[in-house]
């Protein structure tokens, strides 16, 4: 199992080219589930996470070819994925794939909008909390479909097709939004969303299926409108850059000090981060080209956070932001409202010598001026990268175990930090 070393002290300068976002390229590979035509992702992630979808997406049918590079490509753009379902030849999504990613769950939508049915097992993913999908069944339900649970997996039918409706989610929900967009594409009628996730990869999946046909207006915003259209079409669509990626590269830079140029990134997906990083001490700018991040000699300054949904300060960004203020200068508090289990990090950071208390679903950090380095382990996908960070503070050298989490959502991250300087390396075994 790899694992990353890190010797820490260097401030980071130079460029990290922003890839596309996991969280937007998931959904929209389960899109291509909704057409029998092609469709073209362009700049999709080299990631696990993308790797396991397409081993799913093939086992119904969809075959998906990944473009080869083309002259004038940069060195870390990501690939381009023709994704083809003119065939579903299997209705079911079974547990040994499902229980490796919560996100392949979603294809319970395209399945029952296009084919009437579908059977999908309950998924798993990082152990960051229940995260139900009673939100997803309702909103499916509310569409018109039949749903049972048996024996581990969600039994999903609409035989007349699913029919347009009106889903008030009693709660914000991503995974809910994005399900209940997909499969009112397709349904008869026209479809309210109310109280809908507010995030920009829903605008992005949004914006792909009206390119294939669909008729979505909202997207964005806590009200969706959806008329139903009877079939969809191929078409193209680049995928946005990753506002996570973006905002933990901005952290590094604010943690170890430097100039970092965050090629691609765009602030309004991230706004409430970098607001928080300037509050903290970094210099923030941004162009059409990307975003600056620059700190140069000052002290961390402490903050108060709570974790909100978009256009709030975002929960894949607290364990990062925690790292940060372990250094600060004074004392700072993080709540966290969207994951109730999202703190495994805590105890990992402390063997860099942090002071972090817990009470309830706050986290209080009393800074110190020097964490030494020390072999960790990685509990989930963000928890993971706010050890990098540490790491790269850190006097001496850091151990990073079980860094598969991180394969699942930075592409080539040690190569990206290394080229600003840092001294981390992957170490395979």
Not at 57 to 84: A, E, F
Not at 184 to 202: F, V, Y
Not at 203 to 215: E, F, Q, S, V
Request: charged content about 20%.
């Amino acid at each position: 199992m790899d694992r990353i070393r890190i010797v820490g002290g260097n401030p980071l300068h130079g460029t990290i080219p922003i890839s596309g976002a996991k969280n937007a390229a998931l959904p929209l590979m389960i899109a291509g589930l909704l057409t029998p035509e092609t469709l073209i992702l362009d700049n999709v992630p080299r990631l696990a996470d993308v790797a396991q979808l397409q081993r799913i997406l093939g086992n119904h049918g969809v075959d998906i070819m990944s473009v080869g590079k083309r002259p004038g490509d940069g060195q870390y753009q990501g690939q381009t994925l023709q994704i083809s379902a003119a065939d579903i030849i299997d209705t079911t999504a079974p547990y040994e794939l499902v229980s490796r990613m919560r996100a392949s769950f979603w294809v319970i939508a395209p399945l029952l909008a296009r084919m009437h049915e579908a059977r999908v097992s309950l998924p798993g993913g990082c152990a960051i909390g229940t995260r139900p999908v009673d939100l997803l069944i309702m909103a499916l339900e509310k569409l018109g479909a039949g749903i049972e649970i048996d024996a581990g997996y969600v039994v999903a039918k609409a035989p007349g097709g699913l029919r347009g409706g009106t889903i008030d989610f009693p709660k914000v929900t991503v995974g809910g939004t994005h399900v209940a967009v997909m499969a009112a594409s397709l349904a008869k009628g026209t479809t309210i969303i109310t109280n809908a996730a507010c995030e920009p990869e829903i605008t992005d999946l949004a914006d792909c299926l009206n390119k294939m046909g669909a008729r979505i207006s909202g997207a964005g915003t806590p009200r969706i409108e959806i008329e139903g259209v009877a079939s969809l079409h191929g078409a193209r669509h680049t995928v946005l850059p990753d506002r996570i990626e973006a905002g933990t590269y901005a952290i590094a830079t604010a943690m170890t000090g430097g100039d970092v140029r965050l090629a691609g990134a765009r602030p309004e997906l991230l706004q409430s981060a970098l607001d928080v990083l300037a509050e903290a001490g970094a210099e923030i700018s941004s162009d059409a080209d990307g975003i600056r991040v620059v700190r140069n000699g000052h002290g961390i300054r402490p903050v108060q956070v709570t974790t909100a949904p978009f256009p709030g300060f975002p929960t894949d960004l607290q364990a990062q932001l925690m790292a940060l203020m372990v250094r600060a200068q004074g004392a700072s508090a993080i709540t966290e409202t969207i994951f109730e289990n999202r703190f495994m990090h805590v105890q990992e950071l402390a063997r860099f010598g942090a002071r972090i208390s817990l009470d309830g679903e706050t986290a209080r950090i009393d800074g110190i001026s020097t964490l030494r380095g020390a072999p960790v382990m990685a509990t989930d996908l963000r928890a993971s990268v706010s050890l990098v960070i540490a790491g790269l503070a850190a006097e001496g050298e850091t151990m990073i175990n079980r860094v598969y989490h991180l394969d699942r959502g930075f592409e080539r991250l040690e190569d990206k930090l290394k080229a600003c300087g840092a001294t981390i390396e992957r170490i395979r075994e």
